[in-house]
């Protein structure tokens, strides 16, 4: 795919994930003491999970992404 400023050329970003809504939203609530491991690439095939797949991605792409890490503390 051809990439613009870090987009595709038609200027989308997500190409996979639920292409049928107007905008893709993710809303959970997190137990203390759990932790989540986001995808933040767009590739993962557990959206909105991370599966690794931005590791296949940087080395194909000299990129850089990776996942957001969530952890929520016991209090
Ligand atoms: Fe997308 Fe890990 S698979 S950030």
Redesign the pocket.
Known sequence: RQLVTGRRADGKINNKVSPEVPKVVTKEDLEAGAKK????????GT?PL??????K?NDETGDN????IVSVKKS
């Open positions: 491991v986001y995808c933040r690439c767009w590739l993962s959206f991370c599966d690794g797949a931005h590791a991605h992404v990776g996942p957001l």
